[in-house]
């Protein structure tokens, strides 16, 4: 086994690595931006080393610095977390040329997996259905090809991305119309009038399945995550098992993604995520070759430690577990708190966190990647914190969500807490009746309504009250005074927060 | 004592007078009412108004107020004078979120029309473009490139 890890990240996530490697008796590294240092990452692991200025490209994705860091403190292993370098092969393949260990898959899965392309046919050649779709060809080509999959289709430039010039459509009059204008939008923008259509799935979830593989063939199933309440494909709130599919499907789902990690010899954590039709269809979307934000739902159902079976089949090459030990047990459903505002186009906040207070339900886990007076700087993701509950079924499990989110309480920075109490007692929440467009397409504009109608009158008195006791009654910590009268607004940055040493924690 | 507080676009005022042993007369939009309030330590007090009793807890941050009463969250923020005066006269542009300054595309006066991006802002890999409200001149720049900034600030001046 390692005897030190080197944490490629920050936030939340770095401190649940480090939780993991501290109870596994390894020694852990932080690593830290001077726009980060301080930072509750940096506190909680054993050694700190500051990599660069504030932005991500000169910090948290410079290999160089990192590689730096690592060779330095010597560690052993590196973990990526998720985002930054998590996904990137290039440096995967950089720390093993490093003689270091990669805590996740090989850099050519790695490379693999982030080419759509490549992933979907990798998942056809284990028998996984991947969403239908047909390439090139002429018109009356792609109508036979519609026929065949079935209307509604979606229409794309074959060599486009990003949606440019995406086209749905519902019938042969209308297809034959899209492909026309289709292809001429593709050949002025792409010089290359090759169109691609592809099934449009109508009112779809997402559902994901997490798998561990040794690297040398065999792979193990830790079952679903439900993750279709999402704002602009990014996940709010995740579960498991999922609501919305039955024992037959979870199998199924299971089998395919087992299929498709054994095929490829996938080593390590892994997440394949489908898109589920309403009907029961699933077709592979795309696989995640690292640990997945919401990894603690499917740790609290099934008791087992996703990041130390990591650390375990990077230091051994072998799945601690078998199948059978893998059991999922009552139901788990996870917030994510974010520093966004979301009444206001949920734009990024950033700033100081004067007041932290997290829930003490001894069924709710809660990831924090802050405490009180920490500094969220304006570069990163704006994740604070996911907030875990679990319960004997789903319902119980809710109800304390939505109970754990009441005694939440962050002041100092806008967050989405808000979204997040309303989503929890949201009917449709409730009843699990709702897909991946739902939050967009009928749950936010009344949301937002009820967010920026007047504050009542009784938050007015109150906050006029706590100016008028003074401080017994009200938590300041800017020192500007209680009235700041022609005081320019304090500059968030020019306060860095607390200062610790290193390694002093 | 009067005390103003921006909620979204709306102004709104509390006037509140002591009456003593914790008790406050309160005149809220005309309305007159009577509340007490029991201090409880740590930014937080006991609020017994018409509606029944409620713990509140209020936290400043520059001039924004977090207020939490019982479980819900709200945020406004005071208004002083000079930052009444400033919005009402300098026709400024302020952060909408806090950031980097990214690019400034005009300088003090340049004469710039409605809509005409005046300076872009970055926070957490989303781009902020700050434009001209209405047709005018640029009367000064607050912000250089890759600044940082707080939320609020007034980066461009018009007049």
Same mark, same amino acid.
């Given at each position: 086994m390692f005897s030190k890890v080197l944490i490629a990240n920050r936030g939340e996530i770095a401190c649940r690595i480090a939780a993991t490697l501290r109870e596994m008796a390894i020694r852990s590294v932080a690593v830290c931006s001077e726009a980060d240092r301080g930072a509750l990452h940096t506190r909680v692991a054993d050694e700190v080393v500051t990599? $660069?200025? !504030?932005e991500s490209r000169a910090s948290y994705l410079n290999v160089a610095a990192i590689l730096e860091a690592a060779k330095r403190a010597k560690a052993e292993a590196i973990h990526p977390g998720y985002g930054f370098l998590a996904e990137n092969a290039a440096f995967a393949e950089a720390v093993e040329n490093a003689g270091l260990v990669f805590i996740g898959p090989s850099p050519e899965h790695v490379r693999a997996m982030g080419d759509k392309r490549a992933a979907r046919a990798l998942a056809e050649s284990a028998g996984v259905p991947v969403v239908p779709g047909a390439e090139g060809g002429d018109t009356d080509g792609l109508v036979r090809a519609a026929k065949a999959m079935g209307y509604p289709v979606m229409l794309k430039a074959a060599l486009g991305g990003g949606g440019k010039g995406m086209q749905v459509a519902h019938d042969e009059a209308q297809l034959r119309e899209a492909i026309e204008s289709a292809g001429r939008l593709a050949l002025s923008a792409f010089g290359d009038a090759a169109l691609y259509l592809e099934k449009r799935l109508e009112r779809p979830r997402h559902v994901e399945v997490q798998v561990l593989g040794d690297g040398r063939g065999e792979a193990i199933s830790l079952f679903e995550r439900e993750c279709?309440?999402?704002?602009r494909h990014q996940k709010v709130i995740e579960e498991s098992p999922? %609501? #919305? =599919?039955d024992d037959a499907a979870r199998r199924a789902l299971s089998q395919a993604a087992i299929a498709l990690a054994r095929r490829v010899s996938y080593r390590g954590a892994g997440t394949l995520e489908f898109l589920v039709a309403p009907g029961g269809a699933f077709y592979f979307l795309e696989m995640n070759t690292r640990i997945q934000v919401e990894h603690p739902v499917t740790e609290r159902v099934t008791g087992l430690d996703l990041v130390r079976l990591q650390v375990e089949i990077a230091a051994t #090459?072998?799945? %601690?577990? !078998?199948? !059978?030990?893998v059991v999922s047990r009552g139901h788990a459903i996870e917030a994510r708190l974010y520093a966004e505002d979301a009444a206001h186009g949920f734009l990024p906040q950033a700033g100081t966190a004067l007041k932290v207070r997290w829930p003490r339900d001894p069924f709710v886990r809660v990831d924090a990647g802050i405490e009180a007076g920490d500094t969220v700087p304006v570069h990163y993701d704006p994740i604070l914190a996911k907030i875990i509950a679990q319960g004997a079924t789903r319902e119980e499990a809710l109800d304390r969500l939505a109970t754990a989110l009441d005694e939440t309480c962050v002041h100092g920075v806008i967050t989405n807490l808000p979204f997040l109490k309303a989503l929890a007692r949201a009917g449709e929440v409730r009843a699990a009746r709702f897909d991946t467009e739902w939050i967009e397409r009928e749950f936010l504009a009344g949301f937002t309504a009820v967010a920026t109608a007047p504050v009542p009158e009784r938050a007015l008195i109150a906050a006029a009250l706590a100016e008028a006791m003074g401080p017994a009654a009200s938590a300041s =910590?800017?020192?500007?005074? %209680?009235? $700041?009268?022609?005081? %320019? =607004?304090?500059? =968030?940055?020019a306060t860095v927060g607390r200062w610790r040493l290193p390694g002093l924690e | 004592m009067r005390y103003a507080f921006r909620d979204e676009d709306r102004d709104r005022e509390v006037e509140l007078t002591p009456l003593g042993e914790g008790r406050w007369r309160v005149v809220v939009n005309g309305a007159e009412s009577e509340v007490a309030a029991e201090a409880l330590g740590e930014g937080r007090f006991r609020l017994t108004d018409a509606e029944g009793e409620a713990i509140a807890e209020v936290t400043t941050a520059g001039d924004r107020r977090f207020v939490r009463l019982d479980t819900l969250e709200f945020v406004i923020d005071r208004q002083t004078r000079a930052r009444r005066r400033g919005a009402g006269a300098g026709g400024g542009l302020e952060?909408?979120?806090?950031?980097?300054?990214?690019?400034?595309?005009v300088a003090p006066g340049e004469t710039v029309k409605r809509g005409q991006p005046l300076m872009a802002l970055e926070a957490m890999k989303m781009e902020h473009v700050i434009r001209a409200p209405a047709d005018g001149t640029i009367k000064s720049v607050r912000a250089a490139a890759g600044q940082l900034v707080a939320g609020g600030v007034p980066l461009v001046e018009m007049e």
């Open positions: 990599i $660069g200025p !504030a279709s309440l999402q704002r999922s %609501p #919305g =599919v #090459g072998e799945l %601690p577990i !078998a199948q !059978a030990d =910590v800017d020192g500007a005074g %209680p009235e $700041g009268e022609g005081e %320019p =607004v304090p500059d =968030v940055f | 952060a909408p979120m806090p950031g980097v300054v990214t690019r400034v595309l």
